[in-house]
């Protein structure tokens, strides 16, 4: 199966355009005839990257004007602002891996999640996980979701599962994912460089499954000029994100990439089998466990702020 990692920019604080472009980027990975198409973190409607530049405690009217864009730019599945993806998706008979900023309509209305979906091949969404940890300054833009998406779905590239940025960092959040027979894992991220892909190749030789890792690959002259502050914030000419889109085969040779500062699209072929001959040898949540000296437990409960009885 072939596998196309995208990292392209979106269209900064742009929900419906950054969509419009999604689906030509898909139409483009199809005619390159790639069958799962994997989407950097939060790429609807983009990363805020802004919170790594602004003073920690200052800029309030600025930092308050961009959360309210990403605000009203942020997804809804409940509303079914991802609906021209997951249709494209069914048109295509593609899987889709998707990082979004993600509002929840039905409770808070307000507050905001870095959310993950996979939309399979019949545009249904096959699960939603919520980043259980924002890192450092994405505190102030993200609530923490809890652990009912940590899910290993059933997709035709095979078992797919997903944590988010420095969630791969959590030990016992990635042991989850491992213990649910995954065959491929999904790192999207605003991360890269040398510890990332060391991270991304220790991963696969620690679960034994196919590894993809994905950034957005981003200059200055990518934010759009309505930006509020733009020329305050970036340079035209910087690289804002090298990208460094990878695929790692199981036990840690690399199979493509990374694809550096380069916004392109990273294709690789890739084989569920493999992941499962892998763990032969070394089966972290199989024969490696050891259950009788350790026990783990995870409370994937949906937890909801408020529950009403009527």
């Known amino acids: 199966m072939k596998v196309a990692v995208i990292q392209k920019p979106p269209v900064l604080l742009n929900r419906e355009a950054t969509v419009a472009r999604m689906i030509e980027l898909i139409e483009e990975a199809v005619r390159?005839?790639?069958?799962?198409?994997?989407?950097?973190e939060a790429y609807v409607p983009g990363y805020p990257t802004w919170i790594w530049r602004l003073k920690p405690g200052g800029d309030m009217a600025l930092s308050n004007e961009l959360h309210a864009r990403l605000r009203q730019n942020a997804v809804s599945l409940a509303r079914g602002d991802l609906k021209p993806i997951q249709d494209s998706a069914n048109k295509h008979q593609v899987t889709l891996v998707v990082g979004i900023n993600e509002i929840d309509v039905e409770v808070s209305g307000t507050t905001l999640y870095n959310t993950v979906v996979i939309v399979g091949p019949d545009g249904t969404i096959l699960n939603r996980h919520r980043k259980l940890m924002p890192t450092n300054p994405e505190r102030m833009v993200w609530g923490m979701g809890d652990a009912s998406g940590l899910k290993v779905v059933d997709t035709p590239a095979g078992r797919i599962g997903s944590l988010i940025c420095w969630e791969n960092y959590m030990p016992l959040a990635r042991y989850a994912l491992y213990?649910?027979?995954?065959?491929?894992?999904?790192?999207?991220?605003?991360d890269t460089g040398e510890s990332w892909l060391a991270t991304m190749r220790h991963i696969a030789k620690e679960a034994g499954c196919w590894v993809i890792g994905?950034?957005?690959?981003?200059?200055?002259?990518?934010?759009?000029?309505?930006f509020p502050d733009r020329d305050k914030l970036f340079k035209d000419d910087e690289w804002i994100n090298d990208g460094d889109a990878v695929v790692i085969k199981p036990f840690g040779a690399i199979a493509a990439g990374p694809l550096n500062r380069e916004k392109g699209i990273l294709y690789a072929e890739i084989d569920a089998e493999a992941a499962r001959r892998s763990r032969r040898s070394l089966d972290v949540a199989g024969h490696y466990s050891r259950p009788d000296v350790f026990s783990f437990s995870v409370d994937r409960r949906p937890k909801s702020p408020a529950q009403f009885t009527d």
Do not use: K
């Open 32 to 40: 390159e005839g790639a069958s799962l198409l994997v989407f950097p």
């Open 179 to 190: 213990a649910q027979g995954i065959d491929v894992y999904v790192a999207p991220t605003w």
């Open 214 to 226: 994905t950034s957005t690959a981003m200059q200055g002259s990518d934010v759009p000029q309505d």
